[in-house]
């Protein structure tokens, strides 16, 4: 099977675009994507797209009806938060079954403000407020509780998480927001749902980004200067654990996804260099320390009171300012995040940079449950 | 419209016996032991077929863990504790901690709550059905 090289990637700067059409917003990305590889869309042999909110909507199709329609095969593809980087995955394995050597993958969102969640009417009366919260806020409020219960993390370290996120974007001219949070601002924002304020809530945005793959025989006939090989692709669905199905289960996923990647790799978690992930509530990026094998378990508040996850510490954690202060366009999100690492690998990341990255990990997880996992390398 | 006075159960594990008093209801497997709250009819943990039987859940259980909300959807009061608890004999359940004071400093893991049924915080459906509801208390 052949090694799969990303050959362009790029996403635009993650904001607020209510004149605008998905497809349009996607279509942009899509372009700058095939730029960045020098190549065009009659290049492309399939495309891949990551889109949640209108999912049944043929949003790849009508991208290409604003780029240049081909006639070649489009799945569209949504797997919750992991909708961008199931896109990426697709577009992985249709070059490593041998189907295509040239691939576009692209993933989109256009958000609403507000709180996301479930907990409506449905039958009889709404349960929301009755029967606890099903507000994504509280859902990952319960899961940051859960480790608070078993090893005595604080408020002010999961808080510290935002800090540094946000931090973080501040040299990143793609986020949302370049805007410093102390901790103080931080801990006594609006609580959303306890131990998470609204500074500790992702950014709903609207956003795109877009990956060119090719096989390793079109990289080698392209120029390998700056493209990124995939050492691995990894996604996995919430295995059976007790409570699951009653309090969603976003550690046993993203364990069996990295324990994939890592083998798939042939890497351990001491061989990367910086990491992207799900950071969709400072809650749960405390999680996905241990759950990545970055930490021991139990260890993760000592990862951020120590400052090992910042730009310079040890291993660097959500540089581009994450989903915390980046934004979390749902079905860009996964392709956002490995537009980012490809960017430290190429050594372009400007005032953010982790210098001498040479391997990078992208982590997302969607609600119900889906992780993927991909690490990719310098070549 | 009728006005009807039946009292319906706010989710459908919640049962009103015809006598005695309301409880809840989950689903075991026979081959494995899995509880699961909601019907089915195959265990997702053991793949068993055909095997899962009801059973009366315990009104008694501990703090698993929880979230105070303080930003809901339009119309629902807060702040509330949002809390999932694990009953005595299995199951887990996500429901409301009422009786206690909404901050961390008097909410503890593992803190014993007992199951107790009340009306639905008034709330009442499109035909004017009132509903039974269950909530956590300091046990």
């Not at chain 1, 996923?253 to 324990?259: F, G, H, Q, S, V």
């Not at chain 2, 006598?19 to 195959?42: F, M, T, W």
Request: glycine content about 12%.
């Amino acid at each position: 099977m052949s090694d799969v090289y990303v050959l362009g990637v790029d996403m635009i700067k993650f904001g607020r675009f209510p004149d605008r059409t998905v497809p349009n917003i996607g279509a942009e990305a899509a372009l700058m994507a095939l730029d960045d590889a020098g190549l065009g869309i009659k290049d492309m042999q399939a495309m891949y797209c990551g889109n949640l909110g209108q999912a049944n909507a043929m949003v790849g199709q009508r991208i290409l009806q604003e780029i240049g329609q081909t006639g070649i095969p489009v799945v569209n593809c949504a797997n919750a938060c992991a909708t961008g980087a199931t896109a990426f995955r697709e577009a992985w394995m249709s070059i490593k079954a041998g189907m295509y050597d040239v691939v576009l993958a692209v993933g989109v969102e256009q958000m609403g403000k507000g709180l996301l969640g479930t907990g409506g009417a449905g039958d009889g009366i709404p349960k929301e407020g009755l029967l606890g919260s099903g507000t994504m806020p509280c859902i990952f409020a319960e899961a940051g509780m859960e480790h608070a219960s078993k090893y005595g993390t604080t408020f002010e370290q999961f808080a510290k998480i935002s800090v540094k996120n946000h931090h973080h974007s501040t040299l990143n001219p793609k986020a949302m927001y370049q805007i410093e949070t102390p901790l103080d601002d931080v801990m006594n924002a609006e609580m959303i749902s306890y131990p998470n304020t609204k500074l500790m809530c992702s950014v709903n945005v609207d956003g795109s980004a877009a990956a060119v793959l090719v096989s390793e025989k079109k990289a080698k006939q392209l120029g390998m200067a700056r493209a990124i090989k995939v050492r691995a692709s990894a996604l996995a669905s919430d295995p059976y654990t007790d409570r699951d199905l009653v309090m969603p289960d976003v550690n046993a996923c993203t364990r069996i996804a990295a324990k994939q990647a890592y083998e798939q790799a042939g890497l351990g978690a001491e061989d990367i260099n910086l990491v992207e992930l799900h950071d969709c509530f400072a809650t749960a990026e405390m999680l996905h320390y241990e759950n990545l094998g970055l930490c021991k378990d139990g260890d993760a508040g000592k990862m951020i009171d120590e400052g090992h996850v910042e730009l310079g510490g040890k291993i660097p954690v959500n540089v581009s300012g994450g989903l915390l202060s980046k934004g979390h366009p749902l079905g860009a999100t996964g392709i956002a995040n490995i537009y980012e690492v490809c960017t430290h690998l190429r050594g372009e990341a400007g005032a953010r940079q982790v210098e001498g990255a040479k391997i990078g990990m992208t982590h997302v997880i969607g609600l119900g449950t889906a992780c993927a996992i991909h690490i990719l390398e310098k070549t | 419209m009728s006005e009807n006075k039946t009292v319906l159960p706010a989710v459908d594990y919640l049962i009103i016996p015809e006598k005695g008093n309301p409880y809840l209801e989950g689903h075991q497997c026979e081959a494995c032991d899995a509880i699961y709250i909601g019907e089915r009819s195959v265990c997702s943990k053991c793949f068993a077929r055909d095997k899962i039987s009801k059973i009366k859940l315990n009104n008694s259980g501990v703090l698993y863990s929880y979230s105070i909300v303080y930003r809901s959807f339009p119309g629902i009061d807060v702040p509330y504790i949002s809390a999932l608890v694990d009953l005595d004999g299995g199951g887990t359940i996500k429901g409301n901690l009422i009786k206690v004071d909404p901050s961390p400093e008097n909410i503890e893991f593992g803190m014993k709550v007992k199951v107790v049924y009340e009306d639905a915080l008034g709330r009442k459906d499109a035909d004017g059905n009132s509903y039974l509801s269950y909530f956590f208390e300091p046990a």
